[in-house]
């Protein structure tokens, strides 16, 4: 592997970013286990995660003006101090409470535990859009799409240890450990960025454009000059629309092939696939057409979801989900990639967060959609409707097949759109964009 630009600042703002994301999604993780444990309340779990993710999707634009605006290296240390003050904020919330404050879902300061550490978590959104735009100063261009590789798979390492630990700390004592670890770790990360060198003169060019503001408008402008860009983002929401899906039936799916206990152990393993993918793409690189690749990969993606739920069985489930960690830091550093090259550096952070608003924004609302449909609509259709009585001699029959005819169907829905986008005219802009660049 081999990264030329500034390899020393490169590789330290990895290890920086590597431990801020996992004691940020440690304190997520915990303060959703955490909830349900205190209140047995699923409803309440899941309007904490509803809400996160609305948050996630409404931030992203703004976080990504503040980007551009300001030094990147500066916004890294903002994130993390913001989160660090609000983790402080909540602990003194958690640790002043009388016995059993927070067994009430409806509880006023349960509320303002999860407020406080909501906002610590999004907080640190503004580093996941600083850290691409950061490779495309330190990291020359034809070694970028391997260095998007290695934050894929820093991503990765982030999935696998975190529910981990964040389980191991709750169960220890509650939600101090995970807050004394979390205002650690971001005093650790605060001091050592501050001492790691980055020149970001290349980012004065531009730089007092709108000032901060949220900057909508002219954000769809940058995009909308980029030929083939806004069809880039939309079939990477479209993507994440159907990926909704996954969200919403995968641990049913998985549930009712095996128990709870292997079906975690199975998706620490399945999870290595995001650091395998991200170490091959550091290795190799994503070739001459990123584009292409992204497609392509799309292609396998929706492939490989049609074909995995066609028998029930744990082994088909298990290679077809590592197939698709595996390839999902492809998909994630061909877009950085393009976007990186094609999108003048001054600007890439207001377009990092459009990005990330209009595609984290697709899954949840998918989510929300598909459950009811598959409870109500494709279960009774596989048990005993028509479905079970046309297709259930080879398809199989019950709950699960109902689930899985839904896969099946994701994937045909997939494979079609994929297809026709690797055939449009703004595929081939893009790809003609890229190439020129």
């Known amino acids: 592997m081999t990264i030329r630009g500034d390899r020393p600042a490169f590789?330290?703002?990895?290890?920086?970013?590597?431990?801020?994301?996992?004691?940020?999604?440690?304190?997520?993780?915990?303060?959703?286990?955490?909830?349900?444990?205190?209140?047995?309340?699923?409803?309440?779990?899941?309007?904490?995660?509803?809400?996160?993710?609305?948050?996630?999707?409404?931030?992203?634009?703004?976080f990504g003006s503040l980007v551009d605006h300001r030094g990147k290296k500066a916004m890294m240390q903002v994130s993390a101090g913001v989160s660090l003050l609000l983790y402080l904020l909540a602990l003194a919330v958690h640790e002043t409470a009388p016995a059993g404050a927070f067994r009430d879902p409806a509880g006023g300061r349960l509320w303002v535990l999860i407020v406080l550490l909501m906002l610590g978590v999004i907080a640190g959104n503004i580093r996941t859009i600083a850290l691409p735009t950061l490779v495309t100063v330190l990291v020359e261009e034809d070694s970028r799409d391997r260095a998007n590789g290695l934050v894929g798979t820093t991503s990765g390492v982030?999935?696998?240890?975190?529910s981990v630990i964040s389980g191991v700390l709750v169960a220890a004592?509650?939600?101090?450990?995970?807050?004394?670890?979390?205002?650690?770790?971001?005093?650790?990360?605060?001091?050592?960025?501050?001492?790691?060198?980055?020149?970001?003169?290349?980012?004065?060019?531009?730089?007092?454009?709108?000032?901060?503001?949220?900057?909508l408008r002219g954000t769809l402008r940058i995009v909308a000059q980029v030929p083939g860009l806004a069809a880039l983002i939309v079939f990477s929401a479209f993507n994440n629309f159907l990926g909704g899906v996954f969200m919403a039936l995968m641990d049913a799916y998985g549930l009712s092939l095996v128990s709870v206990q292997a079906w975690g152990l199975l998706w620490g393993a399945l999870s290595t696939g995001l650091i395998v993918g991200g170490l091959l793409i550091a290795r190799t690189g994503l070739g001459r057409n990123p584009v292409w690749l992204l497609l392509a990969v799309n292609l396998v993606l929706w492939t490989v979801t049609l074909l995995f739920p066609l028998r029930s069985s744990i082994v088909l489930l298990a290679a077809g989900m590592y197939v698709y960690m595996l390839l999902?830091?492809?998909?994630?550093?061909?877009?950085q990639t393009i976007l990186q090259k094609v999108v003048p550096?001054?600007?890439?952070?207001?377009?990092?967060?459009?990005?990330?608003?209009?595609?984290?924004?697709?899954?949840?609302?998918?989510?929300?959609?598909?459950?009811?449909?598959?409870?109500?609509?494709?279960?009774?259709?596989?048990?005993?409707?028509?479905?079970?009585?046309?297709?259930?001699?080879?398809?199989?029959?019950?709950?699960?097949?109902?689930?899985?005819?839904?896969?099946?169907?994701?994937?045909?829905?997939?494979?079609v759109a994929t297809a026709i986008a690797m055939r449009s005219r703004p595929y081939r802009r893009l790809s003609r964009r890229h190439a020129a660049e």
């Open 173 to 215: 004592g509650g939600m101090t450990w995970v807050l004394v670890l979390a205002a650690g770790v971001l005093t650790l990360a605060l001091a050592h960025l501050a001492v790691v060198r980055i020149d970001e003169r290349a980012a004065a060019t531009g730089a007092s454009e709108g000032h901060g503001r949220v900057d």
């Open 158 to 162: 982030t999935f696998l240890v975190t």
């Open 345 to 415: 550096y001054e600007r890439q952070g207001r377009v990092f967060g459009f990005a990330q608003s209009v595609e984290q924004s697709a899954a949840p609302l998918t989510a929300f959609l598909i459950a009811p449909v598959a409870q109500f609509v494709f279960i009774p259709f596989m048990t005993d409707g028509l479905g079970a009585r046309t297709i259930g001699r080879w398809f199989g029959t019950g709950a699960d097949r109902g689930i899985a005819l839904v896969f099946v169907l994701t994937g045909v829905v997939g494979i």
């Open 11 to 62: 590789f330290h703002l990895l290890v920086s970013t590597l431990l801020v994301s996992v004691i940020n999604f440690t304190v997520w993780f915990a303060i959703t286990f955490y909830v349900f444990l205190e209140t047995r309340s699923v409803f309440a779990t899941g309007v904490v995660s509803g809400i996160f993710l609305v948050l996630t999707a409404a931030t992203g634009i703004w």
């Open 328 to 335: 999902v830091p492809y998909a994630e550093a061909a877009e």
